[in-house]
């Protein structure tokens, strides 16, 4: 079978004012991802393709995150903005290198699928010039309609100059679009400007097709997959499409969530086998998480690697760079970063444990801190295999605790501890009999205290 080569171009100049922030729209996140990142990872990639992305002037963020999610993306700048035909053009030049398809898609659509790219390009190679992508939408004001004679597409008609008829139409332009790579040039550059604002709409492609004979079709979408961010709000909905997806999809593969409702998930999340996550838990990007493993509830964990049969909570706070082994167990108001705590290690409760290895089976006792920074630099502490740490410790980085060693609780251990050694840093207790009755009577004037 030949395979066909495409180009997507992702138009991704807009400013977003509406946003009502200095971040590129593009470049704010849904399930911590960008929405740029997420169109560019839906595009077609691999043998054959190629991908475009139009960027505004000073928008160099934004050609940064597209070359980091795509090493291969060609980046051009829309000097001016004149429209969405006139931004396409602006990727001309590839464009010009020759593609069977040419695919065009906006950087603010981060719900839209490769599987929708595919069936938008599916028509082209039965000889189609355009295909359109459409949705049926629930209140369609404001929305260019489709207006289709049969199977063929003749026009998409803003909405402002429809008729009274044609607005009635529910099936509505999401946009993106598929051009015949050999057409589309010739296309583009008869798209013309004469309207209100003197700008070139894309959509008039359909017209400059039909006008030379040839065919443009629909594709059908949901609307949620092709909804746009112009708003915070708008980005809110796009989170909430985007977990309802990513917990389906966690479940449909074996994970248990309880409450699925509750649990906030990343795009990237890697989950194994008959894994259970309680109520309340938030994960960010960079989670792994192996066969078994149980995380309850309200613990936060971001850019972290569980091995198997891990425990995690309740409330616990995995910071990035921590690695479980497996079998280990961090316990509630457990906090962790940049920590690899191996196979059996158990934190069960109240502690710190940062800028640290800890060998496998050892115990991290109730208040035990790794105090890792002095002020100015970060320092690291290593216990070994089966170390027994004291509740209410606080090690001094750097420090090294032996295999095997045992620190008495309430130390503060300053210095290195060999394999199988003993030790506790503690004033030593004094008991004064009777001193707790005499302290009382001098505080109250020998009257009796009062209850």
Known sequence: MTIRSSLTIVLAAGEGTRMRSNLPKVLHSVAHQSLLAHVLGAAPQGTGTALAVVIGPDHQAVADEAKRIRPDALIFVQAERLGTAHAVLAARKAIARGVDDVLIAFGDTPLISAETFA?????????????ALGFR????????RFIVEGNRLVAIREHADASNDERKID?????????????????LDRIGNANSKGEYYLPDAVGVANDNGWESVVIETSEDEVRG??????????????QTRLRKAAMDAGVTLIAPETVFLAADTVFGKDVTIEPFVVIGPGVSIADGTVIHSFSHIVETTLGKKVSVGPYARLRPGTSLGDGARIGNFVETKAATL????????????????VGANSNIGAGTITCNYDGFKKHKTVIGQGAFVGTNSSLVAPVKIGNGAYIGSGS???KDVPDDAMALERSQQTIREG????YREM??????AEK
């Open 171 to 187: 099936l509505c332009n999401a946009g993106v679009m598929a051009i015949d790579g050999r057409r589309a040039l010739a296309i």
């Open 443 to 448: 505080k109250s004037g020998g009257k009796k």
């Open 342 to 357: 191996e196979a059996g290690v158990k934190v069960n409760h109240l502690s710190y444990i940062g800028d640290a290895t």
């Open 412 to 414: 503060v251990i300053t």
């Open 137 to 144: 939408a629930k209140d369609p004001t404001g929305y260019g």
């Open 119 to 131: 069936r938008l390009r599916a028509p082209l190679a039965g000889g189609a010039a355009i295909a």
């Open 229 to 242: 961010i112009n708003t915070k709000a708008q980005l809110a909905e796009a989170e909430g499409v985007m």
């Open 435 to 438: 001193g707790a009755a005499r």
